[in-house]
């Protein structure tokens, strides 16, 4: 290639084999690099017009050209994230099990009659399942309202990827030795 093209036959076919691959609706397919908002995701396939390819996306490094090397292995990357997905969602269907089938005790400063001088949140939640082996962050711990009375509370916990449970709560008021 470092010999200059003389032949105009031979240029015209230069360039052809410089241009980006057609894809079936007439624009030039790349392979995503990173999410764009209206185009897709990171790893997607999509077809745009050459000069946004050319342009835009290819320059900044946000797509590749889309060969069938690239094709095949976004999509062996696809099939070992979907396994990973998987057991991921299966482990969380165990945690979601494990927590519905526990329940935990928290004291609390309380009148005589049940009113909690302060209230039950859920950090207190968190700490009790800590105490539990159950490793939570308090925004997944979802309340109706706040803990105010001792009594036996079903709280929802959302553990991501649409799973939830339930865990039994009991606010107990703390016992003084006198």
Not at 3 to 17: G, T, V, Y
Not at 81 to 86: C, S, T
Not at 100 to 129: C, F, M, Q, T, W
Request: no cysteine.
């Amino acid at each position: 290639m470092t010999e200059i093209i003389r032949n105009k036959h031979a240029r015209k076919h230069f360039r052809k084999a410089k241009h980006l691959p057609i894809g079936k609706g007439g624009g030039v397919e790349l392979l995503l690099i990173q999410t764009i908002d209206p185009l897709g995701k990171q790893g997607d396939i999509v077809e745009v017009k050459p000069g946004y390819a050319n342009n835009y996306l290819i320059p900044q490094g946000l797509a590749a050209i889309a060969s069938d090397h690239h094709k095949r292995m976004v999509e062996k990357h696809k099939a070992k994230l979907a396994a990973i997905q998987k057991k991921r969602l299966a482990s969380l269907q165990s945690l979601a099990e494990e927590i519905r089938s526990k329940h935990v005790s928290i004291s609390a400063n309380a009148s005589e009659d049940g009113h909690l001088y302060g209230s039950v949140g859920p950090e207190e939640i968190v700490k009790a399942l800590r105490n539990e082996g159950i490793v939570l962050t308090a925004d997944q711990v979802r309340l109706a309202g706040s803990i105010k009375e001792t009594a036996l509370y079903t709280v929802k916990i959302y553990l991501g990827h649409g799973i939830e449970s339930e865990l039994k709560v009991w606010v107990v008021p703390t016992t003084s030795e006198k």
